[in-house]
């Protein structure tokens, strides 16, 4: 069953706390990204792993940071999150050469208080 | 400055009727163009991607046309249903690999009533 797992999906924080969001797929694709969505917006992309260990920052990596160290999981940390940075966060993998195969998780809803 | 605009934002429907939902775009170069249906707080699903000039696709209820020449798009719903009750997003990705980069659009939220 093709998947994208998203873990957690609803995470309340306060402001200054580190924040946590985890990403996995079961279709070994090679390339994973994380988005945000927000009101009136289209998704943004924040950061794209081409494969373990090969990260590149997205239109607005501010404030994040990524790991990817298996192929199948990609997180998404917050040092010290800011409450602009609630928001509604969404994984997406594809194979690297065929954006045809793109498939999304469900998103985490994070609010930072 | 948005390089996929849709329209309408929002429509309501009465279950049954047809609708069209509209996508232009100013992406360069324009590889493919994608249509989603994402449900309230779900994650995005693809509906269909057309790729080359003129292209037309149809998926159930569901069938859309590109035009490259005037970086436009539309997505016909047919005999709407209460589940088509979501928000369509247009993605225009400017290569068909994950080297390129995919822009989204707000997305057009349809409501659809009995």
């Known amino acids: 069953d093709m998947k994208v797992t998203q873990m957690p999906r609803y995470l309340i924080k306060r402001m200054g706390e580190n924040v946590l969001l985890e990403c996995g797929q079961d279709m070994s694709h090679e390339t994973m990204y994380w988005y945000r969505q927000d009101p009136g917006l289209g998704l943004q992309l924040i950061y794209i792993s081409y494969d373990v260990d090969s990260n590149s920052e997205g239109d607005i990596p501010k404030g994040y940071r990524v790991s990817r160290k298996k192929r199948e999981h990609f997180s998404l940390i917050l040092d010290s999150a800011k409450t602009n940075q609630t928001s509604v966060y969404f994984c997406?993998?594809?194979?690297?050469?065929?954006?045809?195969?793109?498939?999304f998780g469900a998103g985490t809803r994070l609010s930072v208080l | 400055k948005t390089q996929v605009e849709q329209s309408p934002q929002s429509l309501v429907v009465r279950q049954g009727e047809n609708c069209v939902l509209q996508c232009n775009y100013s992406v360069t170069p324009d590889n493919h163009l994608r249509w989603f249906k994402q449900d309230t707080g779900k994650g995005l699903v693809s509906l269909t991607v057309?790729?080359?000039?003129?292209d037309k696709t149809s998926n159930g209820r569901y069938s859309a046309t590109l035009d490259k020449d005037a970086k436009h798009s539309t997505l016909h719903i047919t005999a709407t249903l209460l589940d088509d009750t979501a928000t369509y997003i247009c993605v225009v990705g400017d290569r068909g690999s994950a080297l390129g980069r995919l822009h989204f659009g707000a997305g057009t939220q349809l409501i659809v009533i009995p």
């Open positions: 997406a993998s594809s194979l690297r050469g065929n954006q045809n195969t793109l498939y």
């Open positions: 057309l790729v080359h000039e003129n």
